[in-house]
């Protein structure tokens, strides 16, 4: 019985350590993408090789003319609207699957808000598709790597991004790849977009169908119940609180020992033990 249960939990250790292997060398672990949106700039090659937010960074850093902290705020942070929106694609199915990480899959089917990836280096491993929290919140990330002040705006249906320079506001959407502009070129804030709601209609006119941009209109015009989010640098997004967060972190970092463990306590259980009289146990 003792060596029966050995030879079991080696090979569920073998088998959890040969899936999680699977998902890091081979594109089992990608979750699954959704092709581009009829308006969307969406650059394969360029999402092929951004795996992580330092070579997103170093993607707009590799268009720009000199340092991005050195550089205006607004022309760094078109340079960085400009990789993200270049980089995603619209999707909802940004979650872990069994070889991705084999734990949150399993908590997954208990609790599921714990299924979707909220680390921001995981969702660009994995795949380009994503919904508009996570793509601004990865424009808020490099937007902190560029020593722009940033945070996120709920708006209640919608979700993008703000970032402060020149003493103001600016909201990026990279989700809808839209900036409300005003009559003299400059990029407005939510507040402030919210009451032109002409300037916002013709913003988002073409980015979906017309009942999408109606719908965007009136999430715009409902600022009671906005809600601006600022984030510490290396925190994860979640509209439920840091828990969910802390819980992707830790499943992350037990992918492999959870299995060694598996591995080590089984042949500990299927080593020969000894009677009184020395002789081997069978």
């Given at each position: 019985?003792?060596?029966?249960a050995?030879?079991?939990?080696?090979?569920a250790?073998?088998?959890?350590?040969?899936?999680?292997?699977?998902?890091?060398?081979?594109?089992?672990?990608r979750?699954?993408?959704l092709?581009?949106?009829?308006?969307?700039?969406?650059?394969?090659?360029?999402?092929?090789?951004t795996?992580?937010?330092?070579?997103?960074?170093?993607?707009?850093?590799?268009?720009?003319?000199?340092?991005?902290?050195?550089?205006p705020?607004q022309?760094?942070m078109?340079?960085?609207?400009?990789?993200?929106?270049?980089?995603?694609?619209?999707?909802?199915?940004?979650t872990?699957?069994?070889?991705?990480n084999?734990?949150?899959?399993?908590?997954?089917?208990?609790s599921?808000r714990?299924?979707?990836?909220?680390?921001?280096d995981?969702?660009?491993?994995?795949?380009?598709?994503a919904?508009?929290?996570?793509?601004?919140y990865?424009?808020?990330r490099?937007?902190?790597?560029?020593?722009?002040?940033s945070?996120?705006?709920?708006?209640?249906?919608h979700?993008?991004?703000?970032?402060?320079?020149?003493?103001r506001?600016?909201?990026y959407?990279?989700?809808?790849?839209?900036?409300?502009?005003?009559?003299?070129?400059?990029?407005?804030?939510?507040?402030?977009?919210a009451?032109?709601?002409?300037?916002?209609?013709?913003?988002y006119?073409?980015?979906?169908?017309?009942?999408?941009?109606e719908?965007v209109?009136t999430?715009?015009?409902?600022t009671?119940?906005?809600?601006?989010?600022?984030y510490?640098?290396?925190?994860?997004?979640?509209?439920?609180?840091?828990?969910?967060?802390?819980?992707?972190?830790?499943?992350r970092?037990?992918r492999?020992?959870v299995?060694?463990?598996?591995?080590?306590?089984g042949?500990l259980?299927?080593?020969?033990?000894?009677t009184?009289?020395?002789?081997?146990?069978?």
């Amino acid at each position: 019985m003792r060596r029966t249960a050995g030879l079991v939990l080696v090979l569920a250790g073998a088998i959890l350590l040969a899936v999680s292997l699977a998902g890091d060398l081979t594109v089992a672990g990608r979750y699954v993408n959704l092709p581009p949106r009829s308006w969307e700039r969406f650059d394969p090659a360029l999402a092929s090789r951004t795996s992580d937010l330092e070579s997103m960074y170093q993607a707009a850093q590799g268009r720009a003319s000199r340092n991005l902290r050195e550089m205006p705020p607004q022309e760094t942070m078109d340079l960085l609207y400009g990789v993200v929106s270049d980089r995603f694609t619209h999707g909802d199915r940004a979650t872990y699957n069994l070889f991705s990480n084999w734990i949150l899959w399993a908590v997954g089917t208990v609790s599921p808000r714990h299924r979707y990836i909220q680390d921001a280096d995981a969702l660009l491993r994995n795949g380009h598709s994503a919904m508009c929290g996570e793509t601004s919140y990865i424009l808020l990330r490099l937007a902190g790597m560029a020593g722009i002040p940033s945070r996120h705006v709920l708006l209640n249906g919608h979700i993008i991004m703000e970032a402060r320079y020149s003493d103001r506001w600016h909201a990026y959407d990279p989700d809808f790849e839209v900036l409300v502009r005003d009559e003299n070129g400059e990029i407005l804030s939510v507040a402030e977009a919210a009451g032109q709601p002409d300037l916002l209609r013709r913003a988002y006119l073409g980015h979906g169908p017309s009942t999408q941009t109606e719908s965007v209109l009136t999430i715009y015009k409902n600022t009671g119940d906005d809600l601006y989010v600022s984030y510490p640098p290396k925190s994860f997004f979640s509209p439920v609180g840091h828990w969910p967060g802390r819980v992707e972190q830790a499943a992350r970092l037990a992918r492999y020992p959870v299995p060694a463990a598996l591995i080590a306590a089984g042949a500990l259980l299927t080593r020969p033990g000894r009677t009184r009289k020395g002789r081997p146990r069978r």
